[in-house]
C-alpha cells in the first residue's frame, strides 16, 4: 500500500516552486490563492528569495505548505492514498491531500502558527539540539537530569537520530551531558526557537483557537498524527492532536514503524527538496520503497 509523506522545516530550498508554477496550471492557481490569502507575494520570495529570505519563519512554514500542495496538483487521475503523514508542519500539509482541511484553511492555520511560534521564541528564548549516535532512551535519560532548565526531546527522527529542545542554558547543558554519555555528536541547530517544547506553550494557546474554529472533515484515509504515532480519523482527536503537536514530541520513527507494521509498503515524499523524508525512512527501514513526487 502506498503512502503520502510532507516534510517540515528544513526541506526548503532556493527556487521552490518555480518550475511547478511555469509548467502546471493546476500548480500555478495555488500559488496566486495563496499570494491573494496571505496579502503578499509568498511566490515571489519562494521563486526568487535567498536561502536567509526562506529561513524567515512566516516564509518557511507557508511556503512549504504551498508547495508540496502545489506538487500534488502534478497528479492525474484519483489521489487516494493508503494513509498520509507529515513531519511537524508537514502535518497540515498531510491533512488538505487527505481532503479534511481545504487548502485556504490550511493555509491560514500555517500562517497562523508561524506567527504564534515566531512571538513565543521571542518570549521564551531557547534551541534545539541534533543528538547522533545515541539511543533515545539514554537522550530521553539525560534530558530529565538537567535540573531547573527545560530540556526535551522533540524529534525522534530515526533510530540514532534524535533532536532536543529547550532553553539556552539547558540545551548548553545538555550536550556536553550527552557528548560524556557517549553521543558521537550533539550540536546545537541554528533556529530561532526550542519548537517542540514547553517553551512553545503560548503558541500552543494561540493556535488553539484556530484549530478549534477550523472545519476538518473526516480523512478519505488515516492520518498518522505526530504526538500519537497511530493512525487517526476522527476529526476532534485530529485537532486536539494539532494543539498538542506544538509541545508535544514529533515521532516520527515511532510514526513509519506503525505505517510499516499497518501494511504501508511504499512512501512517496511530496514537497520541499524530495530528499528528506525519504533518507529518515530508509534510515528506519532500508528494504522499504521510498520515492519523490
Excluded at 539556552?168 to 550533539?186: N, W
Excluded at 492520518?223 to 514529533?250: E, R
Aim: aromatic fraction near 6%; include cysteine; hydrophobic fraction near 45%.
Amino acid at each position: 500500500m502506498k503512502s503520502f509523506v510532507f516534510p517540515g522545516q528544513g526541506a526548503q530550498f532556493q527556487g521552490m516552486g518555480k518550475d511547478l508554477y511555469t509548467d502546471h496550471i493546476a500548480s500555478r492557481k495555488i500559488f496566486d490563492q495563496a499570494d491573494d490569502i496571505l496579502g503578499y507575494k509568498l511566490s515571489e520570495v519562494m521563486f526568487e528569495g535567498s536561502d536567509d529570505d526562506l529561513k524567515e519563519t512566516k516564509i518557511t512554514q507557508p511556503a512549504l505548505f504551498v508547495h508540496a500542495i502545489a506538487k500534488l496538483q502534478t497528479l492525474t487521475g484519483e489521489f487516494e492514498p493508503a494513509a498520509v503523514a507529515g513531519h511537524s508542519l508537514g502535518e497540515f500539509s498531510a491533512l488538505v491531500a487527505a481532503k479534511a482541511l481545504s487548502f485556504e484553511d490550511g493555509l491560514k492555520l500555517v500562517y497562523e502558527r508561524a506567527m504564534a511560534m515566531q512571538d513565543a521564541c521571542e518570549l521564551n528564548p531557547g534551541t534545539m539540539a541534533a543528538v547522533l549516535g545515541l539511543e533515545d532512551h539514554l537522550v530521553e535519560e539525560v534530558c530529565a537530569s538537567i535540573e531547573n532548565e527545560t530540556v526535551v526531546p522533540a524529534n525522534y527522527n530515526c533510530p540514532g537520530q534524535l533532536v532536543i529542545s529547550g532553553s539556552l542554558k539547558g540545551i548548553e547543558l545538555a550536550v556536553q551531558a550527552l557528548k560524556d554519555a557517549g553521543a558521537k555528536r550533539a550540536l546545537v541547530l541554528p533556529v530561532g526557537g526550542a519548537f517542540h517544547s514547553p517553551l512553545m506553550d503560548s503558541a500552543k494557546e494561540r493556535l488553539a483557537s484556530a484549530i478549534e474554529s477550523a472545519i476538518i472533515k473526516t480523512p478519505i484515509c488515516p492520518i498518522y498524527q505526530n504526538v500519537v504515532a497511530a493512525p487517526v480519523t476522527d476529526p476532534v482527536q485530529i485537532k486536539i492532536n494539532l494543539i498538542n503537536q506544538l509541545t508535544g514530541s514529533v515521532k516520527w520513527t515511532q510514526s513509519i514503524q506503525q505505517m510499516i507494521a499497518d501494511g504501508m509498503t511504499e512512501f512517496v515524499e511530496v514537497g520541499g527538496s524530495g530528499k528528506v523524508l525519504s533518507g529518515l525512512i530508509l534510515k528506519i527501514n532500508r528494504t522499504i520503497l521510498t520515492s519523490s513526487l
